[in-house]
């Protein structure tokens, strides 16, 4: 099996659709889908990689990232925020909180994929 990202997502369309492209791509996808919850999820399945949307039930992934990075083993974890809201201000925010990087919705499969093949080498 290849590396493992875990997709912290709660829109089932957009879970389906990155699950997918993923796994053709020969990744190892868990999802999870409550931010209240979210810090357990990466602590249990130490993924390689986290994709992270914005607007989750419960918690913010902003706050979740900011937890993230609070801890010294997820410090260098690579977080993808992925979000509809493409305002200068969200990426700011992202970027402020130690997002790896930004990439609004729609994206498209090409896209995705690049993008998680550069940030786990």
């Keep these: ?24 791509d020969g990744w190892r996808v868990s999802t999870h889908s409550n931010g209240k919850t979210a810090i357990e999820a990466v602590t249990k399945s130490l993924p390689d ?35 509809a809201r493409g305002q200068a201000r969200d990426r700011d925010a992202a970027t402020a909180f130690g997002a790896s990087r930004y990439m609004t919705k729609p994206f498209s499969n090409s896209e995705m994929l690049a993008t998680v093949r550069e940030l786990v080498v």
């Design 1 to 24: 099996m290849g590396k493992h990202v875990l997709l912290i997502e709660d829109e089932p369309n957009i879970i389906e659709a990155i699950t997918f492209i993923l796994r053709q």
């Design 49 to 83: 990689l986290v994709i992270l949307d914005v607007m989750l039930p419960g918690r913010s992934g902003f706050d979740i990232l900011q937890d993230l990075r609070s801890r010294q083993i997820w410090q260098n974890l690579p977080v993808l925020m992925l979000t």
